[in-house]
């Protein structure tokens, strides 16, 4: 992200937290059409870069959008994976599984581009699958979202997540 | 020791429920299977220079893998000769030496002792340096590239491990400037046993049209439209089952190798531009395996998609978990766009959060929790679909089934996992090369598969 511009007001700060609030319960409640038409920019970047432990003298550049990544999606991505879901024809999501997102740290700054503001949060994913099948998934977001109306869009998301072995069976789901 | 003799029935194609959870059978498979097999490391484009090293594992054990000053590969456990620390905690990188975080004793990237923190002063200079290298994998060679290596001195050299495979592998591992693996590999885990993906990727072509429906039906193309409609294209020119001497094999659907790609058109390119290099060298059969999808296994734990451009290796963590580890394949003579864009739709598909991946863990994870049922795991297994129809083919290394969707693969991966749990030594395996198809399928089996299918 680039340098940090003036901190956001309360009421614009609310404003965002009630955003993500809004985007956890879409996702909680599998309304993935609805958050994708309501809350992503039709040019959103959708990233979740692997990350690999290196030692600290490790010269080599971060992964950029160029590299192999977890998630590296566009809109039409993005619509492509929710097209499956809506196929019905997803054996492991019937029964459907239940997922809860916590958003925390949100800190919210404007930029030097009026309509944008850089956004970072924090994320616990909890998922609990079939009977006894449960995984948390802890990380950061580091979002652009573009003022839409009284509301935002997501323009850009790159998600951290906090592990090198993704201690789970795979990442189908949106953070 | 284990009984053997009851968990895999290869007259009826059944296997035991046991070799999914049994701790004294994985044990076993330490000690007969991943001791004695040549295991992929790594291939040589992750490691390109002087001092590159990647960390992995050959069944549990932590390994480096480390390019030499002079180029070779050497590859030696990740603990250190003192007190068995780790001695390197990175997944890569490039360096002079690993040095032990407890104590402090340094080893070079050949793996030799060179430096004991206050040697004189502690150890009188009596401590014998040259005995205490990391200890060295016996074996390590490379394939077109692809690293393996081997605890065993006895195991065959890898050209000869992968024997017939290796004619097949050639198609696209020998083509457009060869193969290799690109980007940092994703990890996941699975709660199930190493086997189950293992058996899936060399052979399951059956469950394609089931399992991934809804990924198929969204991706459309050639696949999309037969699978996605629970229709199928004419069975009998669909494609092959191959499976050869080490329990190698493969399923390949003919002329549809990019099926998975959404938006193919420059990979297709790519092959139809490379394609005569193959018939030149390979023949028309040779030109069939480039252009079909595969999903293959080299025994013991390694598979890929060639077509949908992944690679991944199962590393066995106890018998009811896997670390599942996923490169991209791609070939070196391919634009660094057509490479990018192979690679976003390969991890679109088999990555992490992969539309096609997310589809089997769960199957996975059942097949083997299940067998928690003391009853359950009584019973057995079965692989019988195409038995009777498979054997030798006039034209075509290996034993060949007769249809894509078929079991040949799967029972030619337990017929040789059999043959390494019962044998005490390579010389009992060997004995077995002339004759293996023979005590396996009687004497004269042969393929259903037309010959003409290659024009």
Redesign the interface.
């Known amino acids: 992200m680039s340098e940090l511009g003036k901190l956001a007001t309360l009421e614009l700060g609310y404003q965002v937290e009630q955003f993500y609030y809004r985007e956890a319960r879409f996702m909680n409640q599998r309304q993935h059409r609805q958050w994708l038409e309501s809350m992503v920019h039709e040019d959103i970047h959708y990233w979740l870069p692997i990350t690999e432990n290196r030692m600290l003298n490790d010269k080599r550049p971060e992964p950029t959008p160029e590299d192999g990544a977890i998630y590296n999606d566009n809109y039409g991505d993005l619509d492509d994976r929710i097209k499956r879901l809506e196929t019905g024809l997803v054996w492991m999501e019937d029964p459907p599984s239940r997922i809860r997102h916590l958003i925390s740290n949100v800190e919210v700054y404007h930029t030097d581009q009026e309509q944008q503001l850089s956004v970072y949060s924090n994320f616990h994913v909890y998922r609990n699958r079939r009977q006894r099948d449960e995984t948390n998934l802890i990380g950061g977001r580091e979002d652009v979202l573009v003022r839409d109306g009284d509301g935002f869009k997501i323009l850009k998301r790159k998600i951290n997540l906090d592990m090198r072995v993704v201690l789970d069976k795979n990442l189908y789901f949106f953070i | 020791m284990v009984n053997v003799d009851s968990l895999i029935d290869l007259d009826k194609a059944v296997q035991s429920k046991k070799i999914f959870w049994d701790q004294e059978v994985y044990d076993q498979e330490m000690e007969n299977i991943f001791a004695r097999s040549w295991l992929f490391l790594t291939h040589e484009s992750q490691i390109p220079e002087p001092g590159d090293f990647f960390t992995t594992f050959m069944g549990e054990d932590p390994i480096i893998v480390a390019r030499q000053q002079d180029g070779s590969i050497k590859a030696f456990i990740n603990s250190c000769t003192h007190r068995g620390n780790q001695v390197c905690?990175?997944?890569?990188?490039?360096?002079r030496s690993f040095v032990c975080s407890y104590h402090g004793w340094a080893f070079g990237l050949d793996g030799s002792l060179a430096g004991v923190p206050l040697e004189a002063e502690v150890y009188y200079n009596q401590l014998d340096k040259d005995s205490m290298s990391l200890r060295e994998v016996a074996q390590v060679d490379s394939y077109r590239g692809f690293v393996f290596g081997c605890f065993d001195t006895e195991t065959p050299p890898l050209a000869e491990w992968l024997g017939e495979m290796a004619w097949y592998m050639d198609s696209w591992a020998n083509t457009g400037g060869g193969a290799e693996l690109?980007?940092?590999?994703?990890?996941?885990?699975?709660?199930c046993n190493w086997k189950v993906p293992t058996e899936n990727f060399i052979g399951d072509g059956y469950h394609i049209t089931w399992?991934h429906?809804?990924?198929l039906?969204?991706i459309g193309g050639p696949l999309g439209e037969a699978f996605g409609s629970g229709e199928l294209p004419p069975l009998e020119d669909m494609g092959a089952q191959i499976t050869t001497r080490h329990g190698h094999g493969f399923g390949v659907i003919w002329d549809v190798g990019h099926a998975i790609h959404?938006n193919p058109q420059n990979y297709v390119e790519f092959q139809q531009q490379t394609l005569p290099e193959v018939i030149e060298k390979q023949g028309e059969w040779g030109g069939k395996m480039y252009t079909g999808h595969w999903n293959a296994s080299l025994f013991p734990n390694c598979s890929f998609l060639y077509g949908t451009n992944t690679f991944k290796i199962w590393h066995p963590k106890g018998p009811h978990e896997i670390?599942v580890w996923t490169w991209?394949l791609v070939q070196k003579n391919m634009s660094p766009e057509l490479k990018?864009e192979i690679?976003?739709e390969a991890?679109?598909s088999f990555?992490?959060?992969?539309?096609l991946?997310?589809?089997d863990?769960?199957n996975m994870?059942t097949c083997t929790r299940t067998n928690r049922g003391f009853q359950t795991r009584k019973g057995s297994m079965n692989a019988s679909m195409g038995l009777g129809v498979e054997g030798r083919h006039p034209e075509l290394p290996g034993v060949v089934g007769s249809n894509f969707i078929g079991e040949t693969s799967y029972r030619g991966f337990y017929r040789f996992w059999d043959e390494m749990m019962r044998a005490a030594s390579w010389d009992d395996i060997k004995k077995n090369d002339a004759t293996w198809v023979d005590r396996w399928l009687g004497e004269g089996a042969v393929s259903k598969l037309p010959s003409s299918q290659a024009a």
């Open positions: 905690h990175a997944d890569s990188g490039n360096t690109i980007g940092t590999p994703m990890k996941t885990i699975l709660k399992t429906i809804a990924a039906q969204i959404r670390e991209s990018r690679q976003k991890i679109m990555g992490t959060a992969g539309t991946e997310s589809d863990g769960e994870e």
